[in-house]
């Protein structure tokens, strides 16, 4: 007796068990008997209809990975950056939304980018599933090879695991990239520049120098020296005569005298006995006076070659003055644009011409002018042969005395 030979099964001739069979080997390892509840549910009302589903909502792109939905990825992936794109990038710069306007079209975006997919995921998934289990049956002769086939299909585990990893890796780098971003060079502090005690006090030197060459000359005192008296901060008083000096006293400086020495001389004392330490006295204070003199005969000396020294480089000044260049006295006014580029072009065109164009800027109640003229010119018969000349290159010409 002779076997029937077989038929490819197919989905519509299928009873519920074959069915649930198919639907287990498509949806794979993963979540199974969940989806396959709703899947029942949806082949009973014979259509998918929206249902909610929290991986879809929550992690719309890797679910969608996962499942091998790849044409609506793609397609969410286009809708999401074209909405940014249009909303948030042109839109932004065509109607400058304000911050309120800014924030709540943000948060409509990411309501409509989660909420779609949450309702319309499962849907999406069943209707994949149909696709493929249709494919398996009619590619394979018997069932059970077109539930291998689907189970070869459907997503697995190690899948799920490859997603998260790469989750975590990017999740890393953008980590990264807002720490490099936030990272600031230390600052580094300014240190105040270190003061010269040496050249504050040359110039406090420099400058009581002056103020005692400045001041008159007593008969009576000596002038004295600018660098002891910048280097203390009030004059020694002299000391008052003693009625009787002893011979101590007028011993003569075993080293050079210095300085502070020479602001407080002692006067001499004619009444004394005649010493050998008496001489040496009046012979220190020439050379003193001698060192001190041309100290302050010096310094005044370059006072008056200074302004001798001016004159002549100034005395040009004036005679250059004496003979301005002729003013000229006629232009041509060629237009007045409200268009910079206009104003630019017919400029440019002026200047290829070989005439002397230039441009103005005039502010009016309606804005801002450009007022091109040319010129100018010194007697009005060049003005009106410049004139004909600008009315050839198809411009406006109107000569005017300024």
């Known amino acids: 007796m002779a076997e029937a030979p077989q038929t490819p099964t197919s989905l519509d001739s299928s009873n519920e068990h074959t069915t649930s069979a198919l639907y287990r080997a498509a949806i794979g390892p993963v979540n199974t008997e969940y989806y396959l509840n709703i899947f029942g549910k949806f082949e009973t009302a014979n259509r998918a209809s929206a249902k909610w589903n929290w991986a879809a909502a929550i992690s719309t792109i890797n679910w969608m990975l996962f499942r091998k939905l790849w044409i609506p990825a793609l397609a969410y992936t286009g809708c999401v950056l074209g909405v940014l794109l249009v909303v948030f990038g042109i839109g932004g710069l065509v109607f400058k939304f304000s911050d309120p306007v800014r924030v709540g079209l943000a948060v409509l975006f990411l309501a409509a980018s989660v909420v779609m997919p949450g309702f319309f995921g499962t849907a999406l998934f069943h209707n994949a599933c149909r696709r493929k289990m249709a494919h398996a049956l009619i590619s394979t002769p018997t069932l059970t090879e ?57 110039a406090r030197n420099i400058a009581v120098g002056r103020a005692l060459e400045d001041a008159p000359a007593t008969p009576s005192t000596a002038a004295p020296d600018p660098l002891a008296a910048a280097s203390e901060p009030a004059p020694a008083p002299v000391p008052a005569p003693s009625p009787a000096p002893t011979s101590d006293s007028l011993a003569p400086p075993t080293t050079a005298p210095t300085p502070a020495a020479v602001t407080a001389p002692v006067p001499p004392a004619p ?132």
């Open 146 to 202: 077109a539930c291998t086939l689907l189970n070869r299909q459907a997503s697995q585990r190690p899948r799920l695991m490859g997603l998260a990893l790469a989750n975590l890796a990017l999740l890393g780098i953008v980590i990264g990239i807002i720490a490099g971003l936030r990272r600031t060079d230390p600052e580094v502090p300014v240190e105040a520049p270190p003061i010269d005690i040496q050249d504050t006090s040359e």
């Open 271 to 402: 009444t004394l006995p005649p010493l050998p330490t008496v001489n040496t006295k009046p012979s220190q204070e020439p050379k003193a006076k001698a060192n001190t003199t041309p100290k302050t005969e010096a310094k005044p000396a370059p006072k008056p070659s200074t302004p001798i020294a001016a004159q002549p480089v100034a005395a040009p000044k004036p005679a250059a003055a004496v003979t301005p260049p002729k003013e000229a006295v006629y232009q041509i006014n060629v237009g007045l644009f409200a268009d910079e580029n206009n104003a630019r072009n017919a400029k440019t065109k002026l200047m290829d011409a070989g005439l002397k164009a230039y441009t103005e800027e005039a502010i009016y109640p309606r804005g801002k002018r450009t007022r091109v003229r040319v010129g100018p010119f010194e007697t009005q018969t060049e003005a009106d042969a410049a004139a004909e000349k600008i009315r050839n290159l198809g411009l406006e010409a109107a000569v005017f005395k300024q």
